[in-house]
């Protein structure tokens, strides 16, 4: 290898993918070249599903506190574009149901 330090950042952008992946409990593809846009991806769908959760978790607590008057469905859905790493855009859709 020409660079010493190409080897080091490899390893450390291995790091930092295999600790997502351990994080989002996902095994899989992990490609052996361009590693940091495989882990830019990763980033952004553990930003999403991050973001999905808060959202439901908006809902129940609007829900819990708003039951009496009944201005919070059961049911709500957003669609929209986030940019959650930067130079990233996806649109998302969150579902949140209440049971």
């Known amino acids: 290898m020409a660079n010493p330090y190409v080897a080091g950042a490899s ?3 291995n790091k930092t993918i295999t600790a997502i992946m ?3 409990k996902k095994s899989g593809y992990r490609p052996n070249k361009k590693l940091r846009p495989f882990m830019e991806k ?3 769908q553990l930003c999403e ?3 999905k ?3 439901n978790r908006g809902h129940k607590e609007s829900r819990a506190k708003f039951l009496a ?3 919070v469905p059961k049911r709500i859905t ?3 574009t986030r940019e959650f790493y930067p ?3 996806r649109v998302v859709r969150a579902v949140s149901n209440i049971k």
């Open 22 to 24: 351990n994080f989002q």
């Open 53 to 55: 959760k808060g959202v």
């Open 49 to 51: 599903s991050a973001w």
């Open 42 to 44: 990763k980033i952004v």
């Open 78 to 80: 957003y669609e929209g």
């Open 69 to 71: 008057t009944g201005k």
């Open 11 to 13: 390893a450390a952008i």
């Open 87 to 89: 130079g990233h855009k």
